[in-house]
């Protein structure tokens, strides 16, 4: 039954008082950003752009951005104990500590939403160099996740100001990944609504998807979704809660081992999924099993489609329709030991939405990880 619903825009009229031009970049804290940074460049092809660290004055941290198209991740560590971010990796692991967004104007979007009811994390702050400036704002979100506004104006520096430019000898190739498609957050029972108000109120977006627990639902376990977009769509939220099933909900796994809410998955676009994914697997990606059965009848619920189905099968690509076209998605296993963050790698060939006819296949095999580590 398609209880699939997708909800009229507001009265679009009103200017948008956050208008977001996309991820800028995605910051990790991390246990060691110099081996997480050669993980991203090894795995999935990264480049390297820029440093901060004590060479360049940064006495508290060490970091890592690095860039695929317009993929930027930055990775930091603390140098030492006893502060906010080697507290935060104490409590959560590895993880998504920022997703920053680019903006015109960094002021007006942290007193567009501060005045909203947002939390202050960080108010306008101006970053200077001999290559510009850089404004920088941010509230917090879900958790202890935060977003930041990047204004970036004409700075013409490698990545931002207090940064230099990394210069690095091993330059594996890159595979393909083009920008940041959607980026997930986990909350707690009972929090996703809460969750979407705030990102209507004070960011202005709209739900413009909503999967009740029918929709994602095994057996054994359960979640809700609300898909949260941004005026003009260049920037997507899911938000999940657990929901009651006979045994434990993956989210509920995450909110365990994360200790508390945060970004559960960031998904990577592509246009040519077979080729990136053939070239993860082959750096050493791991991705979940798809049963054969899936491929059995997915033609017969998607229809045609550009690709041969062997090659998608052989990699565990996920397949799935909507009205205005298809899509090809496959995830990863948690990149870290820890059984959080993971990544989706998605090819969209016209479809908007998110695979929700793939939910029950992918649940399936997210449970079977789930039980292998004995938390379902
Ligand atoms: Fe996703």
């Given at each position: 039954?398609?209880?699939?619903?997708?909800?009229?825009?507001?009265?679009?009229?009103?200017?948008d008082?956050?208008?977001?031009?996309g991820?800028?970049?995605?910051?990790?804290?991390?246990g060691?950003?110099?081996?997480?940074?050669?993980?991203?460049?090894?795995?999935?092809?990264?480049?390297?752009?820029?440093?901060?660290?004590?060479?360049?004055?940064?006495?508290?941290t060490?970091?890592?951005?690095?860039?695929?198209?317009?993929?930027?991740?930055?990775?930091?560590t603390?140098?030492?104990?006893?502060?906010?971010?080697?507290d935060?990796?104490?409590?959560?692991?590895?993880?998504?500590?920022?997703?920053?967004?680019?903006?015109?104007?960094?002021?007006?979007?942290?007193?567009?939403?501060?005045?909203?009811?947002?939390?202050?994390?960080?108010?306008?702050?101006?970053?200077?160099?001999?290559?510009?400036?850089?404004?920088?704002?941010?509230?917090?979100?879900?958790?202890?996740?935060?977003?930041?506004f990047?204004?970036?104006?004409?700075?013409?520096g490698?990545?931002?100001?207090?940064?230099?430019?990394?210069?690095?000898?091993?330059?594996?190739?890159?595979?393909?990944?083009?920008?940041?498609?959607?980026?997930?957050?986990?909350?707690g029972?009972?929090?996703?609504?809460?969750w979407?108000k705030?990102y209507?109120?004070?960011?202005?977006?709209?739900?413009?998807?909503?999967?009740?627990?029918?929709?994602?639902?095994?057996?054994?376990?359960?979640?809700?979704?609300?898909?949260?977009?941004?005026?003009?769509?260049?920037?997507?939220?899911?938000?999940?809660?657990p929901a009651?099933?006979?045994?434990?909900?993956?989210?509920?796994?995450?909110?365990?081992?994360?200790?508390?809410?945060?970004?559960?998955?960031?998904?990577?676009?592509?246009?040519?999924?077979?080729?990136?994914?053939?070239?993860?697997?082959?750096?050493?990606?791991?991705?979940?099993k798809?049963?054969?059965?899936?491929?059995?009848?997915?033609?017969?619920?998607?229809?045609?489609?550009?690709?041969?189905?062997?090659?998608?099968?052989?990699?565990?690509?996920?397949?799935?329709?909507?009205?205005?076209?298809?899509?090809?998605?496959?995830?990863?296993?948690?990149?870290?030991?820890?059984?959080?963050?993971?990544?989706?790698?998605?090819?969209?060939?016209?479809?908007?939405?998110?695979?929700?006819?793939?939910?029950?296949?992918?649940?399936?095999?997210?449970?079977?990880?789930q039980?292998?580590?004995?938390?379902?």
């Amino acid at each position: 039954m398609e209880t699939l619903t997708a909800t009229q825009p507001k009265a679009a009229a009103q200017t948008d008082f956050l208008p977001l031009q996309g991820t800028d970049y995605v910051e990790f804290y991390v246990g060691n950003a110099r081996q997480a940074a050669h993980f991203y460049k090894t795995a999935f092809g990264f480049q390297s752009l820029a440093y901060s660290g004590p060479e360049t004055g940064n006495k508290e941290t060490a970091r890592y951005v690095i860039r695929q198209n317009k993929l930027t991740l930055m990775l930091t560590t603390p140098l030492r104990p006893n502060n906010r971010i080697a507290d935060h990796i104490y409590k959560h692991g590895d993880g998504v500590k920022v997703i920053a967004l680019k903006v015109e104007d960094a002021t007006s979007a942290w007193k567009e939403t501060t005045s909203r009811g947002g939390k202050s994390y960080m108010e306008p702050t101006t970053l200077q160099d001999e290559n510009g400036r850089v404004v920088m704002s941010g509230i917090h979100t879900y958790g202890d996740t935060v977003h930041l506004f990047i204004e970036r104006g004409d700075y013409n520096g490698v990545f931002m100001p207090g940064f230099k430019k990394w210069e690095s000898n091993y330059n594996p190739p890159e595979t393909g990944l083009l920008y940041v498609d959607h980026c997930v957050g986990n909350v707690g029972w009972n929090q996703m609504n809460p969750w979407v108000k705030f990102y209507e109120d004070v960011m202005g977006f709209r739900n413009i998807l909503t999967f009740d627990d029918n929709d994602i639902s095994t057996e054994y376990s359960a979640l809700m979704s609300k898909v949260m977009s941004n005026g003009n769509g260049y920037v997507k939220f899911p938000i999940n809660e657990p929901a009651e099933g006979k045994k434990k909900s993956q989210v509920e796994e995450y909110l365990d081992f994360y200790d508390g809410e945060g970004v559960q998955h960031c998904a990577l676009a592509t246009n040519d999924i077979v080729k990136t994914v053939t070239d993860l697997q082959s750096r050493g990606v791991e991705f979940l099993k798809i049963p054969a059965s899936y491929y059995e009848t997915v033609l017969e619920r998607v229809g045609k489609i550009d690709e041969d189905l062997q090659p998608l099968q052989d990699l565990g690509i996920l397949i799935d329709r909507d009205d205005e076209g298809y899509l090809l998605q496959i995830f990863s296993k948690p990149v870290e030991d820890r059984p959080t963050l993971f990544f989706e790698i998605i090819q969209r060939k016209g479809a908007k939405s998110f695979g929700k006819g793939n939910f029950k296949a992918l649940f399936e095999a997210l449970e079977k990880e789930q039980d292998a580590r004995g938390n379902l």
